[in-house]
């Protein structure tokens, strides 16, 4: 069973004004946490509304940077007015997103007790999977000297339950993701009457005519009794004359499926087929899938 660990380190100094400093670290997960004049009771990591100590995300997953019982604000009427700023860099340094002062429409305050602060970070373009980052949360008071920053060292990866073979063509990422419950689907497990996305982000190779694309989407769904459950020959028939646009093609294309009922014959097998109506570039995306 894995226990988790952590260091304090806390300075106090007794005078005549306010003054405290501390530095916290997750041995696990690596978050290190410092503070001057304000406090914390609890910082920690939260995905999918489930309390983690890991350092490795799921492209497409969101993660929340929680502040629990933040004390130590300067207050005015009795409210605090803390801003927050959120930085995540790559390796070599360079900013990938940066977001300041996400607290600025509480201009008269906040009056919250305990007070909570969140920070929350879609792990999603410009960081990509294989990527090694770092997030670095900034809590300032703007009505005091008072500061609390938080560092966590990250990687990201991809869904390794898809499967992905491309025939001329490149792409970015791929994925799954659950309509119902705002978040992406790294297990393979999905829910009867769930909307399910099938996505790609930066599919390039097909070929352009006007700026325009004309792609073929088949999606065809199985069980293991080999039942056809779904089967669909082209999602984009409507587009043979037009075409789509290539850049938005680039940018994300997808398919959905809900299923209803209330049982199947598990696993599922979902097959995504994406080809060029005017090359031989193609990709195929397929992954088994666990209806519950």
């Known amino acids: 069973m894995k226990t988790t660990i952590s260091a304090i380190l806390i300075v106090m100094i007794?005078?005549?004004?306010?003054?405290?400093?501390?530095?916290?670290?997750?041995?696990?997960?690596?978050?290190?946490?410092?503070g001057s004049v304000l406090t914390c009771d609890d910082v920690y990591l939260s995905v999918n509304n489930e309390r983690t100590t890991r350092n490795t995300f799921y492209y497409g997953e969101m993660i929340h940077l929680i502040?629990?019982?933040?004390?130590?604000?300067?207050?005015?009427?009795?409210?605090?007015?803390?801003s927050m700023d959120i930085l995540v860099t790559n390796t070599s340094g360079d900013t990938v997103l940066n977001a300041n002062d996400?607290?600025?429409?509480?201009?008269?305050?906040?009056?919250?007790?305990?007070?909570?602060?969140?920070a929350d970070?879609?792990?999603?373009?410009?960081i990509t999977s294989g990527g090694h980052y770092?997030?670095?949360?900034?809590?300032?008071?703007?009505?005091?000297?008072?500061?609390?920053?938080?560092?966590?060292?990250?990687?990201v990866k991809a869904?390794?339950?898809?499967?992905?073979?491309?025939?001329?063509?490149?792409?970015?990422?791929?994925?799954?993701?659950?309509?119902?419950?705002?978040?992406?689907?790294?297990d393979g497990k999905i829910k009867f009457d769930d909307n399910i996305y099938l996505i790609i982000e930066g599919l390039k190779g097909f070929k352009?005519?006007?700026?325009?694309?004309?792609?073929?989407?088949?999606?065809?769904i199985t069980d293991s009794a080999k039942n056809v459950i779904l089967n669909i020959d082209d999602l984009f028939s409507e587009y043979n004359a037009t075409g789509i646009s290539a850049s938005d093609f680039t940018s994300r294309v997808s398919a959905h499926f809900k299923l209803t009922g209330d049982?199947?014959?598990?696993?599922?097998?979902?097959?995504m087929n994406i080809h060029d109506k005017k090359s031989n570039a193609s990709v195929n995306v397929s992954t088994d899938l666990i209806l519950e």
Do not use: W
């Not at 770092?134 to 990687?155: A, C, E, M, Q, W």
């Not at 993701?177 to 978040?183: A, E, F, K, L």
């Open 121 to 126: 970070i879609t792990i999603a373009s410009p």
């Open 159 to 186: 869904n390794d339950r898809l499967k992905i073979e491309t025939n001329g063509v490149s792409l970015n990422e791929a994925y799954l993701y659950s309509q119902g419950n705002n978040r992406i689907i790294n």
């Open 263 to 271: 049982q199947a014959n598990n696993p599922l097998h979902c097959v």
């Open 208 to 220: 352009e005519e006007n700026d325009m694309v004309f792609p073929g989407l088949s999606l065809n």
């Open 14 to 34: 007794l005078s005549g004004c306010r003054f405290s400093k501390s530095v916290k670290k997750d041995l696990i997960s690596g978050l290190t946490t410092t």
């Open 134 to 155: 770092t997030l670095l949360v900034s809590i300032k008071d703007k009505k005091g000297p008072g500061t609390y920053t938080s560092r966590l060292n990250f990687s």
């Open 102 to 118: 996400l607290y600025s429409e509480y201009s008269s305050g906040m009056d919250y007790t305990p007070l909570e602060l969140t």
């Open 67 to 82: 502040f629990s019982d933040i004390q130590g604000f300067t207050r005015e009427n009795g409210n605090s007015f803390p």
